[in-house]
């Protein structure tokens, strides 16, 4: 025999209740034996509490009522629900003249709630021939006056359901009104909210019933609320223990009071979904599952109170005071922190209690308030606490650092003596990012960047095209969901939480021009709870780097291909890594030398080992390369080639910052600081390879007279010697064991047949000199610019950063 339970989502209107009839019939036609045991249907209950306040308050309830009963009637209008609907209209009659209700009153309108539910399935399965009766359970589930919340004599109960039952023939079906019971002058009393699961599971255990199916509208007991967390996971299996704990952490369609009589007599808890016939639900039972299951819950209608004062210190009985206080008023306290040398104490009390509570204490302690040992006892509203059931604290530790990196504030964290289960309480407005964050470290399940890309040019249009290509083959192999969030050119920004799609072009050019564009991307981050943030720069602004700091205090990690924050002044280099350090933030630019090349990262591990790099030197622009190979091997006229390189994506936003120099010291003095040298931007030689009279003036005014630089590159070349080429190199060089090394930047003619001399296309060559190596230099070349190449180097930091998480 089992016992199938209904919930009130699952008897509503519509589809609910067609399902509902649909699997009884079905099993009773399979001549299984079952008892059923419903809930109101719907909102029935709270309809109903609805028309006892309009009736307090002498309002016109009569056209609600009219409603309801249309609600209540249907699929099936002929019912007959009169006895139900009159004595309605005569207990609301009464309270509109008295102006006021019992909770006695109350629980006999609430109860017609069940009675109707249970008197619609009978009818429903009669008309297709099913044999069932309608069971009212006030008949047989006995309790006290406690009204609204009554408790139940078991023994007394246990003999009468037997009983009753027992005279019902075994083929026909008894459906049961669920949550409404009597006490021992045959008045109407109910169990408490959630009352339903309640009954059904006192009655399955009365009856010697090992198996309930509980039919509710979602799939089971999820590892977190799938409202919350996208990716959480059905949990199949849990034995009552675990059940019971996750009950008392807030997971809604569990509730501990259900939970005894089936661990009394061993009977299973099948929790199905009405609406989804495929799915397998969560089975409760007392089999032993392999591994303690995780879960997260949230508890919300809550409040920490804080009695804080130097007087509390070492003062015995305040703790027994302020608990016993409570405990009078009947206010349950949740997590408590007292540290050892702290001057207060802290605990969490449901909010509905927060006025009765503080008022109580502030009599209780008026007289240390007036001496000044308490100073305060304050509220903190809009805080929840987030519970990680069957998690160990020993094992928590990088979850928290987890937390700290995205900027989550918690307030009070504890965990049980069990070593099982850990609270946090945290600020209501971060619960959202917070349960996802613990979600996915605790799971190692689908973990989701989000990252805001400004600058949508060469390199940032190739980037974002490049993750929108490879999402789905990063999800696959690293578990790693990149989602874009923000895309910004210099006016416009596009956003979308869900992630930006192939047309993000066409969007963002039909958006309104926006200022402040890191406000936008900060305040869109936080509304919507965003986790794991990444933002990158794909800019060449001198004014967007003055952000990054804002970035990072809003726990944002940072990416850039824009050389200037490495290339400010020294101080503004060093405040922004203190900056990095404090918020534990990380920020990756390997492209700002090599551009798809691995230079910075063999550099820092080459230093950050020991070993001494003596100098570095080479071809550092990919764009120079390639006009010098390409000049140098040409009739053609140096504007030619110029045009070309921009063209390719080769050269800088305005290519006078590669020709003259700045872009080549750019990458020399970031290596330098590399090596902890302390090398101002001014300390550079720079050989300026521009003619002064194209100096001045804005990009375009040069792109009009480009033609103007030809003569004085052919002059350039006529002196070349004979197998001999041209190569803009950068050397570092000195003593780099001192403050500052020695940076030059200059045009050299060199011999076509050594290292440098050979270089081809767009290649950039890179030599770094050590002790270890001596003469012979780690050599790193390959194609030094391009907004291919370079996006991948932007994309592989990405990378970098998620593996870091
Ligand atoms: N090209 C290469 O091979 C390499 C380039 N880099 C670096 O990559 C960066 C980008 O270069 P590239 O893509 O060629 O440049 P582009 O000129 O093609 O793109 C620059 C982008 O930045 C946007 N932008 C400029 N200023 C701002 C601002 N203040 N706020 C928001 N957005 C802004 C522009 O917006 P809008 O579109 O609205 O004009 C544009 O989308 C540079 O710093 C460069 O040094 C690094 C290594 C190699
Ligand atoms: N303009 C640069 C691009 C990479 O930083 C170059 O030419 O190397």
């Known amino acids: ?20 009839i649909a699997i009884l019939s079905e099993k009773i036609k399979n001549k299984e034996k079952i008892i059923v045991v419903l809930s109101a249907r719907g909102d029935a209950t709270d309809e109903l509490e609805n028309l006892l306040e309009l009736a307090k308050s002498n309002c016109n309830y009569e056209k609600v009522l009219i409603q309801f009963r249309k609600q209540q009637i249907e699929p099936l209008t002929t019912l007959n629900v009169d006895q139900e609907f009159d004595l309605l209209n005569r207990l609301l009659k009464g309270v509109q003249l008295t102006e006021d209700y019992s909770q006695k009153i109350k629980d006999l309108v609430l109860a017609q709630g069940e009675l109707l539910a249970v008197k619609m399935v009978s009818a429903l399965l009669n008309n297709i021939n099913i044999k069932c009766q309608v069971v009212d359970s006030r008949l047989f589930l006995k309790t006290d006056d406690n009204f609204g919340n009554a408790q139940v004599n078991l023994v007394t109960s246990k003999e009468k359901t037997v009983k009753y039952i027992e005279t019902i023939d075994a083929d026909v079906t008894p459906i049961i009104t669920g949550f409404i019971a009597s ?63 996750l009950a008392s952490f807030g997971t809604s369609i569990l509730h501990t009071k259900s939970i005894n009589p089936l661990i009394e007599d061993g009977i299973s808890l099948h929790i199905l979904n009405t609406f989804n016939k495929e799915n397998e639900g969560t089975l409760i039972s007392n089999h032993q599952t392999a591994r303690s299951i995780k879960s997260i819950s949230v508890q919300e209608e809550v409040v920490l109170i804080n009695i804080i004062g130097k007087g509390i210190i070492g003062k015995k009985g305040i703790d027994a005071r302020i608990f016993s206080n409570l405990s009078n008023i009947g206010v349950n306290i949740g997590i408590i922190s007292q540290g050892s040398s702290e001057r207060g104490v802290s605990f969490i009390i449901p909010k509905k209690n927060k006025a009765m509570a503080q008022k109580v204490l502030l009599n209780e ?38 937390l700290k990196q995205n900027k989550i504030n918690i307030l009070l964290i504890n965990n049980t003596i069990s070593g099982n289960n850990i609270s946090l309480v945290i600020h209501k407005k971060e619960v959202k990012k917070a349960v996802n964050v613990i979600h996915s470290q605790i799971f190692g399940a689908i973990k989701t960047m989000h990252i805001a890309i400004v600058g ?30 923000a895309i910004a ?10 992630g930006i799609s192939d047309n993000w072009r066409t969007s963002l050019q039909e958006k309104e021009n926006t200022l402040d564009h890191e406000k936008a991307i900060i305040a869109y981050a936080r509304k919507h709870h965003l986790e794991n943030l990444v933002l990158i720069d794909n800019t060449s602004s001198e004014d967007f780097v003055n952000y990054y700091t804002s970035f990072i205090e809003n726990g944002f990690d940072l990416v850039s291909s824009n050389k200037i924050a490495n290339t400010q002044r020294y101080f503004q280099y060093k405040t922004l890594r203190e900056s990095l350090q404090l918020h534990k933030k990380n920020y990756l630019y390997e492209t700002n030398v090599g551009a798809g090349l691995p230079i910075i990262d063999t550099i820092r591990t080459l230093h950050e080992s020991g070993e001494n790099i003596t100098r570095i030197k080479g071809v550092f622009s990919g764009s120079l390369s390639y006009l010098f190979n390409s000049f140098s091997a040409s009739e053609q006229p140096f504007s030619y080639f110029l045009k070309k390189a921009i063209e390719l994506g080769y050269t800088e936003p305005d290519p006078r910052e590669d020709l003259c120099g700045n872009d080549v010291a750019r990458k020399l003095l970031i290596l330098a600081r590399e090596l902890d040298l302390k090398n101002e931007f001014n300390d550079i030689n720079i050989e300026n390879l521009i003619p002064e009279s194209l100096r001045k003036g804005d990009t ?57 001399g050979n270089l081809t296309g767009s290649d950039s060559i890179f030599e770094i000199y050590t002790e270890s190596y001596k003469e012979n230099p780690i050599t790193i070349i390959g194609a030094g610019a391009g907004a291919e190449v370079t996006a991948r180097g932007v994309f592989g930091d990405l990378l970098r950063i998620a593996d870091k998480k």
């Open 489 to 498: 050119g210099k006016e416009k920004i596009l956003f979308n939480k869900n």
């Open 700 to 756: 375009k005014q040069f792109l009009v007279n480009i033609e103007g630089i030809d003569t004085y590159y052919s002059a350039i070349k006529n002196k070349l010697a004979d197998d001999y080429v041209l190569r803009y190199i950068g050397d570092l060089s000195g003593n780099l064991q001192e403050e500052k090394g020695d940076l030059q930047v200059k045009l050299v003619a060199i011999p076509k047949n050594s290292a440098l």
């Open 1 to 20: 025999m089992k016992l199938l339970k209904f919930g009130g989502k699952s008897l509503a209107n519509g589809k609910g209740i067609k399902n509902v």
């Open 183 to 245: 006490n021992i002058t045959n008045e109407t009393t109910t169990l408490g909210r959630n009352g339903t699961n309640y009954s059904a599971s006192l009655i399955a255990n009365f009856l010697g019933i090992k198996a309930i199916e509980s039919y509710t509208h979602v799939d089971g007991i999820f590892t977190a609320n799938p409202e919350i967390v996208s990716n959480a996971k059905i949990i199949k299996h849990i034995n009552y223990n675990e059940a019971s704990e």
């Open 456 to 485: 949508k040019g060469t390199v940032g249009g190739s980037l974002i095209n490049q993750l929108l290509v490879s999402k789905a083959k990063v999800l696959n192999r690293k578990n790693l969901k990149l989602n874009i969030f």
């Open 365 to 402: 302690f008026k007289h240390e308030i007036l001496k000044q040992d308490i100073q305060a006892v304050n509220t903190i509203e809009d805080i929840s606490v987030v519970t990680i059931v069957g998690q160990h604290i020993g094992n928590f530790a990088s979850c928290l650092d987890y």
